[in-house]
């Protein structure tokens, strides 16, 4: 017979994070020995130059096969983790300090962590729609109206347009002639989009549909100072939404810090 839990804590830490949280994708077999590795290399269990155990130790220690551990070994390469050398086996980077930007995708649970993203997108996209303003070109300017268009469409198809916004700021991006932009942004992907990571919303659908509406103007200012050539104009108006969405968030994260003290 299954026996029910029924003495849940009554209180939490306000600081920390809801008792129950939706789960998490499971992991594969090579992301989890990279994860583990790492954890070693960090630790310091694992020090700059040492030499990782043999592909049969690894094998034998975590249960895995040889193809795991070798797909395993090439990711933590490909994130400065790890050196190999021909005949050698595999050692731990000198310097792990210049490992490459990351950004776990496994780690954006919460809306503060969507927030820290979207700071990192003032940061840039701002900028990036000021260059645009400065660089763009009749192609580009096609591929913004376009994508304009696209987002206006599914919005009033009721749809959530996440695709559609993702792909307005990535014309953006490459409008202003600077492949780096266009990296980082595809780098974060679906990330950039905040409703794409925060699946709880308060919202009922007429509100979001509003919301939705209301950022599409945003984005229509954005393209008009852009098609204009109006680097100043394209910058506050990049500047201002993105910083009404992070906003909308804030008051979000807000509410559900709210609705948990009322909770306790």
Do not use: W
Request: proline share 6%.
């Amino acid at each position: 017979m299954t026996r029910q839990i029924s003495n849940l804590p009554a209180a939490r830490d306000p600081g920390k994070p809801p008792l129950l949280q939706p789960l998490r994708p499971p992991r594969n077999l090579m992301e989890e020995v990279v994860a583990r590795i790492a954890g070693e290399i960090r630790s310091g269990r694992l020090e700059p130059g040492a030499r990782l155990p043999t592909e049969q130790k690894l094998m034998q220690a975590m249960g895995v096969s040889r193809t795991v551990v070798r797909e395993a070994v090439a990711a933590l390469r490909a994130e400065g983790l790890v050196t190999t050398r021909q005949g050698s086996g595999a050692f731990v980077s000198t310097d792990t300090s210049r490992v490459p930007f990351r950004i776990d995708p496994d780690g954006l649970v919460s809306i503060g962590d969507v927030l820290d993203v979207m700071e990192l997108r003032l940061a840039i996209e701002v900028e990036a729609a000021a260059l645009a303003a400065e660089r763009t070109t009749p192609q580009a300017a096609a591929s913004i109206d376009a994508a304009l268009r696209d987002m206006e469409a599914a919005i009033g198809r009721g749809e959530g347009a996440v695709g559609e916004d993702f792909a307005l700021h990535r014309a953006i991006a490459v409008a202003s002639g600077n492949p780096r932009f266009v990296e980082l942004l595809r780098y974060l992907g679906g990330h950039v989009i905040p409703r794409q990571s925060v699946r709880v919303s308060v919202d009922a659908p007429e509100q979001q549909q509003h919301y939705l509406m209301g950022i599409q103007k945003e984005h229509s200012r954005i393209c008009e100072a852009i098609a204009a050539r109006k680097p100043a104009e394209a910058r506050k108006a990049m500047r201002v939404h993105l910083t009404n969405s992070l906003k909308r968030y804030r008051r979000l994260a807000e509410r559900q810090l709210q609705s948990t003290k009322e909770e306790e």
